[in-house]
Each structure stands twice: as C-alpha cells, then as structure tokens.
C-alpha cells in the first residue's frame, strides 16, 4: 500500500526556518517525480516545488525561490522542504505527493503537515 | 504570472450533470488535471491529463479540454460528490492550480 507521511511542521517565527519531511513506502521511491503542494487555511492549493526521481531536476513556484530547497534521499525513501525566510503567507498545510501520471496527475497525497509562521 | 479561473460554486440537484469551467490564456495548449477535496480530506485526482480517469474514479467523471477553457463534468450527480474542485495545469516544468470551486448538491 503506498503511503506518504510528512512531519516536521509547527509554529516558527517570521524569518525563521523549519525542515519538513515525507516518508515514502509502498512503492519503488527513485522511480517517481515527488512535489510538495500546500494550502493556506481556509484557501485553495497552491503547487510549491518538484523534483524528478534521481533529484538532478526541480522547479519551484516564484514565490519560494531562493527561501525553499526541495531534496530526496531515495536510500531513505524520503522528500524534504527545507524553508527559511519565513514569512507570515507561508503559514498552510503542505502536502507531499506522488505524481503517477505525466504532466502532474498526483495520484497519492500525504496527510499534510501545519506549518504556522507567526510571532 | 499564470492564472486559472473557477467559479467559486456550482449547485447542481441530485442526478443531474454539472460543469465545472476553468479558463486560462492558451489553456487548450496545456496538460490539465482535476483534484476532488472534502472538508478535513488530502485531495483526490479525478481526472489526468485532459480526460483520463485513474483507477477507481466513477466513470460519471469525465473532463474535456476546449480553447481557453477546459470542463470537469460529473454525470449524475451523486450527494457524496459535495466538495472542493480544483484544475490544474502543467506548463515548461510548473503547475498552476484554478481559484477552485465548490459544488453543492441540493
């Protein structure tokens, strides 16, 4: 059964940094574009970064550029967002999900992780 | 920036079809995909690229890619089918998601 699992969310302060990380099972983890969506409370989704299977390619949404690194550790079976500079507009759900199908067809997603900027 | 526009609700009665419109410049030109969401839920995909529907999504899903615009139809109405809508397309690399739509069933 797949399952994706994020942790790492929680309160920080504006221009803080956090670490968030989604642990991958039940399928075979190199093999797959993984991409970090999230959702401001009470908001719609907003797409934030990807990486291809090998971690050779990412895209990020302008927003986060420069602030957010996306990584794996296909040995972990693992993805990671990396924030820093936090801003206030930061603060949602962010999911981790599995794209199956080409051209973002995201077929399996996280529960989703909190992440609260504010001081 | 690149920008997709939903209707904020539908209502649509039991058994009847509803149309969900996203519009976006040259959207007839991009991959678009469609995401379900119920309150307190992960989102669902629904329908992948244009009109494809992933392994156990009721066949009364189905998606059409016209122009400017593409179109989430769902064909008979369900009341489990109340939620969040949300298209999305893929353009050189990113993906842009619709403002997303809410579909009531009365």
């Known amino acids: 059964e797949v399952q994706l699992v994020e942790s790492g969310g929680g309160l920080v302060q504006p221009g803080g940094s956090l670490r968030l990380s989604c642990a991958a099972s039940?399928?075979?983890?190199?093999?797959?574009?993984m991409t970090w969506v999230r959702q401001a409370p009470g908001r719609g989704l907003e797409w934030v970064a990807n990486?291809?299977?090998?971690?050779?390619?990412?895209f990020y949404v302008d927003s986060v550029k420069g602030r957010f690194t996306i990584s794996r550790d296909n040995a972990k079976n693992s993805l990671y967002l990396q924030m820093s500079s936090l801003r206030a507009e930061d603060t949602a759900v962010y999911y981790c999900?599995?794209?199956?199908?080409?051209?973002?067809?995201?077929?399996?997603w996280g529960q989703g992780t909190l992440v609260t900027v504010s001081s | 920036s690149y920008e997709l526009t939903q209707p904020p609700s539908v209502s649509v009665s039991p058994g009847q079809t509803a149309s969900i419109p996203c519009s976006g410049d040259k959207l007839g030109d991009k991959h678009t995909c469609w995401f379900q969401q119920k309150p307190g839920q992960s989102p669902v995909l629904v329908i992948y690229?244009?009109?494809k529907r992933p392994s156990g999504i009721p066949e009364r899903f189905s998606g059409s890619n016209s122009g400017n615009t593409v179109t989430l139809t769902i064909s008979g109405t369900q009341a489990m089918d109340e939620a969040d809508y949300y298209c999305q397309a893929w353009d050189s690399g990113t993906y842009v998601f619709g403002t997303g739509t809410k579909v009531t069933v009365l």
């Open positions: 990486m291809n299977g090998d971690g050779s390619v990412t």
């Open positions: 039940g399928f075979t983890f190199s093999n797959y574009w």
């Open positions: 690229q244009d009109n």
């Open positions: 999900t599995r794209d199956t199908y080409s051209y973002g067809g995201r077929d399996y």
